[in-house]
């Protein structure tokens, strides 16, 4: 294993980590429990580590914030989908912007549409619907962008973002 895997796993359970201490500050939106830092550790994760790696970040935050209570199941489809979708634009438009719209795009539209399922045949919830979880899910998702845009733009312009991109995908 080389030591840019090293990093980028190190990157990845680091970035987990900070979404499940970040579920400690939620709020409830129609019977939703939206969390905005997992939405700003899915862009990070776009930026710096790509989709898989980011898809994987959001899994593990998922279940752990599942296994310590602090979340439900609907936390899987919606924080994944955006992660997977911020990695996948960012990966391809090199630009922050495709990781925001991805990230909102992906867990309000495809995580909140993902999550009925979920909802109704998992959870027992009667009331879902297809399109229940999609609002709560932009607000929480529109949330978590806000505060990436901020700390990504200043992390661009002082030449971070580069400079940490740089030093996370050199090999030894």
């Keep these: 294993m080389n030591s840019t895997n090293i990093k980028k796993l190190s990157l990845t359970a680091i970035f987990a980590t900070l979404a499940v201490i970040g579920s400690?500050?939620?709020f409830p939106v129609f019977g939703s429990k939206c969390t905005p830092i997992q939405h700003l550790i899915n862009i990070l994760?776009?930026?710096f580590l790509g989709p898989s790696y980011g898809l994987a970040a959001a899994f593990i935050a998922s279940l752990l914030r599942n296994l310590l209570g602090l979340g439900t199941l609907l936390a899987f489809p919606g924080s994944m989908c955006g992660a997977f979708l911020a990695g996948i634009l960012y990966k391809y438009g090199k630009k922050?912007?495709?990781a925001f719209i991805g990230e909102v795009f992906g867990t309000?539209?495809?995580?909140?549409m993902l999550s009925y399922p979920?909802?109704?045949f998992l959870m027992g919830n009667q009331a879902a619907a297809l399109f229940?979880?999609?609002i709560p899910f932009f607000i929480s998702s529109c949330g978590?962008?806000?505060i990436a845009i901020f700390l990504v733009l200043t992390m661009q312009k002082s030449g971070l973002l580069k400079q940490l991109k740089a030093q996370i995908n050199e090999t030894a």
């Excluded at 309000?108 to 909140?112: D, F, H, K, L, N």
């Design 24 to 26: 400690l500050f939620s």
């Design 45 to 47: 994760c776009a930026i």
């Design 96 to 98: 922050p912007v495709f």
């Design 108 to 112: 309000a539209i495809i995580g909140g």
């Design 118 to 120: 979920v909802a109704a």
């Design 132 to 134: 229940t979880f999609v």
């Design 144 to 146: 978590g962008t806000i």
